[in-house]
């Protein structure tokens, strides 16, 4: 697995061009050019710096250990932690973004960038605090996915994509091999219900894993994208019916847990937390390469082993289907009275050898060549997270579209899953109404 990660990232993007590019800031836009601000000493003053992100106990207690380390090098620089997990953590920031009392450095995700800066001004132009920040460990490619309008306003932490992970101890347990091909999967329910378990969860208390995967499977059978590369849906309504009745079938054939079955037992815990994922009840899960460190250590302290399985396909695939995207961003926000002492703590995070050793791959695999550097000399890209990543950047993935992840888009999935898995509506009704309201929302915001 000891590959060179820059140059299989730098080819899989550079074939983008081959199997479909859903998204603006996929394309590379021509960099701005900025004054830099007159040079700051960041060791002079005392100032204190909020720093807010989201993610599993593994990313938090890192995080905290570097904001130690990072002030042991910088007594003067405060970093005051805001942190939790994912549930209600974008609601909170929008209120904190529109209300002008968010974090002095926030991470972000990939369509905030959308949401709080259509024009490019909505958070700082990082390129301006190059006396600060060391860009050139970064790929022009990585760093695309961070402008808007040209202007660089959050930085990739990593790349990531969603892959199948499966409980091998459970899987033994019931004596049937990891599933390979979405057939195998499907006829791997009826072994598990014997014993009342489940080989697989998609989260569908949040609606948009089940739809990811649906996606990713007509994306195989049609060859076309969900969503255009100018925004506009690519989906016909008959295709948007098809990936609903796929995900029906996942429930019929016992793959899944309806919604309702899953709500009674934990309502929205997130699944790593659920006594049915820690037990071995449900087997599977379909997650970011980067977020798949929390599954991993939970199923570790019970005494269970955690695997990456294939990519499922079919055989007659007309395209790979499985999306790649910036797996998280830090930006720094345009209001904060202290850009240079920001952009020396995400300097510290993003490149810095020592925090590299601490932070790990609590954030997927770094971006940063720097970072990357670090943690291969200590044989840290081994892990499953480092598999996943490497699986999907070495599959010719589909580059996601910004819109994809959009809340209003999000919403529709969600209400259009529901509708199926609790029967109160058809296939044939959701996907109708689904139809109809992503075209209105695309249409309202692909700019």
């Not at 033994?172 to 072994?191: M, N, R, Y």
């Not at 499922?312 to 830090?330: C, E, I, N, R």
């Not at 993003?350 to 932070?359: P, V």
């Not at 809340?407 to 959701?430: P, Q």
Request: aromatic residues 10%; contains cysteine.
């Amino acid at each position: 697995m000891k590959r060179t990660l820059a140059m299989v990232m730098s080819t899989c993007l550079l074939a983008t061009s081959l199997v479909g590019c859903g998204s603006d800031n996929a394309k590379t836009e021509a960099p701005k050019t900025e004054t830099p601000a007159e040079k700051v000493d960041v060791t002079a003053d005392s100032v204190t710096l909020r720093f807010n992100w989201w993610g599993g106990d593994d990313r938090h207690t890192a995080t905290l250990a570097a904001i130690d380390a990072f002030k042991a090098k910088y007594p003067n620089i405060s970093i005051e932690a805001e942190y939790g997990g994912w549930d209600g953590h974008a609601e909170k920031i929008t209120t904190q973004m529109t209300g002008g009392t968010a974090a002095d450095i926030l991470q972000v995700n990939y369509d905030w960038l959308l949401k709080f800066s259509p024009d490019g001004t909505g958070f700082y132009n990082l390129e301006s605090l190059g006396d600060y920040l060391d860009l050139s460990t970064f790929n022009e490619n990585v760093l695309a996915f961070g402008r808007r309008k040209g202007i660089l306003n959050a930085i990739p932490v990593s790349t990531t994509g969603r892959s199948t992970y499966y409980n091998k101890t459970t899987f033994d347990k019931v004596g049937v091999a990891v599933p390979k091909t979405w057939d195998e999967l499907l006829a791997s329910g009826s072994a598990f219900a014997a014993q009342g378990l489940y080989p697989f969860d998609l989260d569908t208390g949040a609606g948009f894993p089940g739809w990811y995967m649906s996606v990713v499977y007509m994306q195989q059978k049609t060859g076309r994208l969900f969503i255009n590369e100018d925004g506009t849906l690519g989906f016909t309504q008959e295709d948007v019916k098809e990936a609903l009745d796929f995900y029906k079938s996942l429930e019929d054939a016992k793959v899944i847990r309806t919604q309702e079955e899953r709500s009674n037992e934990a309502g929205t815990t997130p699944l790593y937390q659920t006594p049915s994922w820690l037990d071995g009840k449900v087997a599977g899960v379909l997650e970011w390469s980067s977020s798949i460190g929390k599954y991993e250590k939970a199923l570790e302290e019970k005494g269970q082993e955690l695997v990456l399985g294939d990519l499922l396909m079919m055989d007659d695939a007309k395209s790979t289907g499985w999306f790649m995207k910036p797996s998280l961003l830090f930006a720094i926000n345009k209001d904060t009275k202290y850009p240079a002492h920001a952009a020396t703590f995400l300097n510290y995070l993003l490149n810095d050898s020592e925090a590299a050793q601490i932070l790990g791959t609590t954030r997927g695999i770094p971006a940063s060549s720097a970072a990357k550097e670090a943690l291969a000399s200590t044989g840290e890209l081994d892990g499953i997270a480092f598999e996943g990543t490497t699986q999907i950047e070495n599959c010719d993935p589909i580059i996601m579209s910004i819109y994809m992840e959009n809340s209003e888009m999000k919403e529709a999935y969600k209400t259009a899953v529901e509708h199926v898995s609790y029967g109160t509506k058809s296939t044939e009704e959701a996907a109708a109404e689904m139809f109809e309201e992503m075209t209105d929302i695309l249409d309202a915001i692909a700019q």
